[in-house]
Structure formats: C-alpha cells, structure tokens
C-alpha cells in the first residue's frame, strides 16, 4: 500500500464513533496539509469499507461526500446517524460533531 493512502487509513481508524472530521484535517493531521483532495481520493478507493471509517470524513463545510464510494451520500448519512450524527440537508454540524485531535 501506498504511504500515503497508508497513513489516511492509519488515521481515519483512530477516528471515534459519533464524530466526523475534515479531509484537510486528515491531511494536516499526517504531515501532508495541502493534500485534502488526495485524501478524498484515498477514502474512494477504500480497501476495507467495513474496518476503515470513511463514511466519518466530511468536507470542510460538513458537507457529505455526494458520490460516497460505497453507496451515495445517502448511505453516508445513514451510518453517520447509526453512530449518533445528526445529519440535515447533507451536512453535519461540524460545531458539535467534529472529533478535536
């Protein structure tokens, strides 16, 4: 596996249940801050759906990925809200549910 797409799986593990984060706070968190896109890229192409949390990662705004690789924002919003996340209109309120590293 790529380093890279390594240290994004690395971390979005560690990201708890109940809380979503940022791509550009992924890619700040390993060392890579300009790279958000890329991280974007990594969680498409997500080996492990089931052990690798993607569905947790937002964008800047709290806006849901709108072609969610493995379903659609709307499977997005569904495993946000089984963990406790509120989602309306697409987004997450990123003042309440953003994991603080």
Not at 49 to 59: A, S
Request: aromatic share 10%; charged share 20%; hydrophobic share 45%.
């Amino acid at each position: 596996m790529d380093g890279f797409f390594h240290r994004v799986y690395e971390f979005v593990k560690l990201v708890p249940s109940g809380t979503v984060v940022t791509y550009g706070q992924v890619a700040r968190a390993i060392g890579a801050p300009r790279c958000a896109r890329q991280v974007g890229y990594a969680l498409h192409v997500n080996p492990e759906p089931g052990v690798i949390p993607c569905h947790r990662v937002v964008n800047r705004e709290g806006r849901l990925a709108p072609a969610f690789a493995f379903g659609g924002a709307e499977v997005q919003a569904a495993l946000l809200r089984a963990e406790g996340v509120e989602v309306t209109d697409g987004a997450v309120d990123l003042a309440r549910f953003q994991w603080r590293v």
